[in-house]
């Protein structure tokens, strides 16, 4: 079958970018919502009300208008229109891949006046019981992984906490999904009545536990039952390996974790995620047995990517028996995903296979992460806002490999 790439949206000159005049309430926090409330001259007492009314509009209704907002007085609502709006990140890209997969281009203000904008991508992915939208936490990422394309971009800048739940407001606003919306339609997508968006994963762009504070109160607006309301089982937090942060992670969010392990020694693994030479396996895996509330119902994830002769032997599959031994866990393996550059090659189907299978006897569920997407670079670790810089050609052959596997 073609692939259909659907530029639903057409990418938008670089030129033409205005920041936004006046800041969003979208995507902000109880606490936030308050303080713009008193700045629009509501008393300190009318707050909490004003608040749960902003909250319900926002993130229920999904309202892109203060107009919209019928029980909230005209005066006050004039008084919001005055100072705010309910914008959200420019979507300057829109692609739908032949397997229900969407990514979106986003544009966020640089953090100086007059400096260029930065864009992030985000993707959903639709599965038959689940729809499952993975989020950035930065732009670009710090950290270097040798086979992660976000690691080689050059800019990088945290993303506020508004801007990482205006990734879950824009993918809903794109899908539909709020009641009384009209659905989009396209391969994948949940029938009428379910909610497109169940599921989500921070696997974008960027190290979440490296903008700890940010990525915390967005999840907690995400999983508000009065709001969003996914549920923190539902949210899964994925890490290189950022030791000291995790116990925090589980104490303040309280979300499913996920490490990136991709090696089973230190000296692979220090060359694979750099992270390692200060957080050797040892500590990292010890972080995850003392993880909060991790038991059997709540396993950790093991992310491991699958990587032609460097990581894939059933030596290896062996080795990462012994050392989750004891761990509540998962086991997620992932076709590496190539990019245009990249040294290494996914590993042959048949060795991911055996690999499982290890995995699999050893009592463990070891489902094979299945790449989606990849005709519209959406997978796994070729999230990178400068997709627009590859030629046409590299474009081609990246759709090509998509769909000879
Ligand atoms: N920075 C965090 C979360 C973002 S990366 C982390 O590293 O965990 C999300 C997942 O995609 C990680 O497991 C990462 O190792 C994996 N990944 C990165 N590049 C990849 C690639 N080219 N192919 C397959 N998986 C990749
Ligand atoms: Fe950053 Fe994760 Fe990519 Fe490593 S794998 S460079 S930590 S985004």
Known sequence: MTPTIEPAIEKLPLAQYVPPARPSLAGLSRDALAAALGEAGVAPAQRRMRVAQLWHWIYVRGARSFADMTNVSKDLRAALEARFTLDRPEIVAEQVSADGTRKWLLRLPGETAGERPHEVECVYIPESDRGTLCVSSQVGCTLNCSFCHTGTQRLVRNLTAAEIVAQVLVARDRLGDYAGRERARGPGLPVEGERCVSNIVMMGMGEPLYNFDAVRDALLVVSDGDGLAISRRRITLSTSGVVPMIA???????????????????????????????????????????????????????????????????????????????????????????????????????????????????????????????????????????????????????RAMAMTD
């Open 248 to 398: 925090r992670a589980g104490a303040e969010i309280g979300v499913m974790l996920a490490v990136s392990l991709h090696a089973v020694r230190d000296d692979l693994r220090n060359e694979l995620v750099p992270l390692n030479r200060k957080y050797p396996i040892a500590e990292l895996l010890e972080a995850c047995r003392n993880y909060p509330s991790v038991s059997n119902s709540r396993r950790i994830t093991f992310e491991y990517v699958m990587l032609k002769d460097v990581n894939d032997s059933i030596a290896d599959a062996k080795a990462l028996l012994r050392l989750l031994k004891g761990i509540p866990a998962k086991i997620n393996l992932i076709p590496f995903n190539p990019w245009p550059g990249t040294k290494y090659e996914c590993s042959d189907w048949d060795r991911i296979e055996k690999f499982s299978e290890v995995v699999f006897n050893a009592g463990y569920a070891s489902p094979v992460r299945t790449p989606r997407g990849r005709d519209i670079l959406a997978a796994c670790g070729q999230l990178k806002s400068a997709t627009e810089k590859l030629s046409a050609r590299e474009r081609m052959s990246l």
